[in-house]
């Protein structure tokens, strides 16, 4: 799925963070989240563990990019068209919080594999506590990337800070998966 010409080390963050060196500078051509790496953000967020992070590393052990997912409630009337059966007013999801990757690695593959390390973190934990699916805000722009090569679909339009809220059900992340493993 990846760059073949591209080597990597894909490694859990809450587990390895002090075996690994956050950089004081990133580049993935969005000012949030490299302010969000920068600035120490991203590690106050691991060692508070208030979320999940993968980090992508290169040959050199420079971050190349990162993922965080951990969880949200969204009321039943955002997903009732996505969920099937008697729900409650409030349904547990994955949210992916966030996902980077190094302007000089991007289209590479690497954004897919975070999202799908994000959908087995998602499926992991709904094989003992059921979730309804995976919910993200889409930086402006990157909705394609996400409803293309997903199935991720917009609840509404683009919030007031210009991401859009997307969601894809827990049956279809599954699905991903498993044509991830056996793309044929």
């Known amino acids: 799925m990846n760059d073949p ?3 990597y080390a894909q490694v859990n963050l809450n587990e390895f963070l002090d075996d690994v060196k956050i950089p004081k500078k990133f580049n993935c051509g969005d000012a949030v989240l490299d302010k969000y790496v920068t600035s120490g ?3 106050r967020a691991i060692k508070s563990e208030n979320l ?3 980090g992508l590393f290169d040959e050199s052990q420079n971050l190349i990019g990162f993922m965080t997912v951990g969880f949200a ?3 039943k009337a955002r997903v009732k068209t996505f969920v099937k059966g008697n729900q409650p007013p409030h349904l547990p999801v994955a949210k992916v919080i966030m996902i980077a ?3 000089r690695h991007q289209r590479r593959g690497l954004g897919t594999d975070l999202m799908l390390e994000a959908f087995f973190k998602a499926v992991t934990v709904h094989q003992t506590i059921p979730l309804k699916g995976v919910y993200l805000d889409a930086a402006p722009g990157k909705e394609a990337f996400y409803t293309e090569t997903f199935g991720f679909a917009e609840l509404e339009g683009p919030s007031p800070a210009g991401s859009t809220p997307m969601f894809i059900p827990i049956e279809d992340v599954i699905a991903a998966l498993s044509e991830a493993d056996d793309p044929e």
């Open 52 to 54: 999940h992070a993968t």
């Open 73 to 75: 409630i969204l009321d």
């Open 41 to 43: 953000n991203l590690k």
């Open 5 to 7: 010409d591209l080597t």
């Open 101 to 103: 990757i190094d302007e």
